[in-house]
């Protein structure tokens, strides 16, 4: 089937705007991953999902930043009041589950996120 | 805190062998994984170790020291191709996973 799917590929906002990123995972994938890069940059933990519910919200930069997902699929990233500093790639993740450490996380391509 | 320290950027000719090496310090470890990055394109996953040794796929080797928080991937008879970043990254709880700043690899013909 296909892979993990991020819509929109990019976004160029004004500061103080509000986006939202979506993430369409593998089917059946019941785990759900975001994680943010900046350029030439490693990757930064934002938060995940086992299910619909998010067991760890620590990655969170700021409560601006807010996630959700429902029915267990299509996972939403929420960035209220968008700053200059929030300008980066957002990459989304999902594996079959989260038990015992090792399953594989599969990519999204990612959206580029550019804040003016 | 967690972090994890690789080299920012090797270089090796095409046909070579290089090693990436990757220390780690953290909380609730289960495994060290490693990704492969092209640029402008997704991190693809390379491998995992959660025991101690080697583990061989193809070209590629991950090996892994529990007891020294070190690991590192091998890479032989490189390609061009292999010219990406490579991330190790710890699994944690909840398969979350906490990356290193990525080594940048460049094969030279």
């Known amino acids: 089937g296909a892979g993990v799917s991020q819509s929109p590929s990019n976004k160029v906002t004004e500061k103080g705007k509000d986006v939202e990123l979506r993430c369409d995972p593998i089917s059946g994938h019941t785990a759900l991953y975001w994680y943010r890069q900046s350029l030439g940059q490693g990757l930064e933990f934002l938060i995940y999902f086992q299910g619909n519910s998010a067991p760890d919200k620590s990655g969170l930069p700021s409560d601006r930043f807010s996630a959700e997902r429902t029915g267990g699929s299509v996972s939403t990233l929420t960035i209220q009041r968008t700053q200059q500093e929030d300008s980066a790639v957002y990459l989304c993740?999902?594996?079959?589950?989260?038990?015992?450490?090792?399953?594989?996380?599969?990519f999204g391509p990612g959206t580029r996120l550019l804040v003016l | 805190g967690q972090s994890l320290e690789q080299p920012s950027e090797v270089t090796a000719v095409e046909g070579a062998i290089v090693q990436i090496n990757c220390t780690y310090q953290t909380s609730g470890f289960y495994g060290l994984s490693w990704y492969q990055q092209h640029d402008g394109g997704a991190p693809t996953f390379l491998s995992y170790n959660a025991l101690d040794g080697l583990e061989e796929t193809g070209r590629f080797s991950s090996f892994l020291s529990r007891s020294d928080s070190y690991g590192y991937l091998l890479l032989q008879e490189l390609q061009m191709k292999d010219s990406a970043s490579y991330f190790c990254a710890v699994n944690n709880a909840g398969n979350m996973l906490t990356f290193g700043g990525g080594t940048r690899l460049m094969v030279k013909p």
């Open positions: 993740a999902s594996s079959l589950s989260t038990s015992g450490g090792g399953e594989t996380q599969y």
